[in-house]
């Protein structure tokens, strides 16, 4: 039996890549599940993967501050490396994130085989100061590999859910009709402001014949304000995978895992970064799709939503009968996020924990 110990806490962006990871495994295979309490892993990892929690931070703070967090992060890595020794692990795997760090330290201390995958094109504070101390790194985004110091990252893509590489229906509570479907996700974090442009433009997206599906987060005021028989507005959906494979058109917010999802899909996008992601990591998420042709990048400039409005027009055209150009653009965006997609990236990871303790 080959013992593993994934290290995953968080966010949806840390959890769902991991959780891909662990349902890939063959018998054989025993995992145990590192996480942090009271964080989202513990109502989401599945018993059977036995989660462990230990308490970690990250090192924002300065002086005596820092000081003090280092000294957490010390402890609990050394509180790993016992766990390591206790439960026979044979390798780590991690998807960043504070729980990165002790994980990372406790491997080395254990001298067992350690793998950190990167989602984001721009690389997060984790990965590029201890990406050079795990024995291989693995990136979802090409463009991550020339900012990682001292390592040769391994090119694997961003592991997805099953359910977004098998065919699924669309949801009964979709609108019906002929007219092209668009889906809005706002995503975990900042659905405020696309919230308020997707708003801004919603009245003409309808009034053209066009069916939307608007996925607003929590904290949406405006949710309600209008109302259409075109028109669906849901805090959040589990049904995405059949939103995606069947939607002509995406607007979304560029996390890591959510760009994996559409491209998986294949779902032509509008990507709206969060302006306030960490080392604008979303912008440069969102300029790889964009480079293949599969999406189109707008920036959220509150109070002007004509830029939205006018990329709609464009790309909807074909779609609504209106003149357009005699290639239809969502056709042309579908085969580049076709290209763009890795539909094998647990398998990838897999075969390359596989191979580091065989």
Same mark, same amino acid.
């Given at each position: ?43 989401? !990892? #599945?018993?059977?993967? @036995?989660?462990?929690? *230990?308490?970690? $931070? /990250?090192? %924002? =703070? ?111 509570? !979709? #609108?019906?009709?002929? @007219?092209?479907?668009? *889906?809005?996700? $706002? /995503?975990? %974090? =900042? ?168």
């Amino acid at each position: 039996m080959t013992r593993l110990l994934i290290a995953a806490s968080g966010t949806g962006g840390h959890l769902f890549p991991a959780l891909a990871v662990a349902e890939s495994f063959p018998d054989g295979w025993s995992i145990r599940w590192l996480g942090v309490p009271d964080r989202l892993e513990t109502s989401l !990892v #599945p018993e059977r993967f @036995g989660l462990i929690t *230990v308490r970690a $931070g /990250g090192l %924002q =703070g300065r002086g005596i501050t820092k000081v003090i967090q280092m000294l957490r992060l010390l402890a609990a890595g050394f509180t790993v490396h016992q766990l390591i020794r206790r439960h026979r692990i044979k390798a780590v795997f991690t998807t960043g994130g504070y729980i990165a760090a002790p994980a990372i330290l406790g491997a080395r201390l254990s001298r067992r085989p350690v793998v950190l995958h990167e989602s984001n094109a721009m690389p997060g504070r984790v990965t590029r100061l201890l990406g050079r101390f795990c024995h291989s790194v693995a990136i979802g985004l090409p463009a991550a590999a020339e900012r990682i110091p001292g390592c040769h990252p391994f090119i694997t893509g961003t592991p997805v859910r099953k359910a977004f590489l098998t065919a699924q229906p669309l949801p009964n509570w !979709v #609108p019906t009709g002929t @007219g092209p479907l668009v *889906v809005v996700m $706002g /995503g975990s %974090q =900042g659905a405020v402001g696309l919230n308020r442009m997707v708003h801004a433009v919603l009245p003409e997206l309808l009034e053209q014949g066009c069916r939307v599906v608007h996925l607003t987060g929590r904290n949406d005021p405006e949710v309600g304000q209008l109302s259409h028989p075109q028109l669906a507005q849901r805090a959040f959906s589990d049904e995405i995978p059949g939103l995606l494979q069947h939607a002509d058109l995406a607007i979304s917010r560029a996390g890591a895992g959510s760009l994996s999802e559409l491209a998986v899909c294949s779902t032509p996008s509008i990507l709206v970064p969060f302006p306030q992601a960490a080392d604008k990591h979303q912008d440069a998420n969102a300029a790889c799709a964009a480079s293949y042709g599969g999406a189109v990048i707008v920036h959220q400039h509150p109070p002007d939503h004509h830029a939205l409005a006018t990329t709609l027009k464009r790309l909807l055209a074909a779609r609504l009968g209106k003149p357009s150009p005699q290639v239809d653009p969502l056709l042309q965006m579908r085969q580049g996020m076709e290209q763009f997609a890795v539909r094998d990236a647990e398998r990838r990871l897999a075969d390359l924990l596989t191979s580091l303790v065989s």
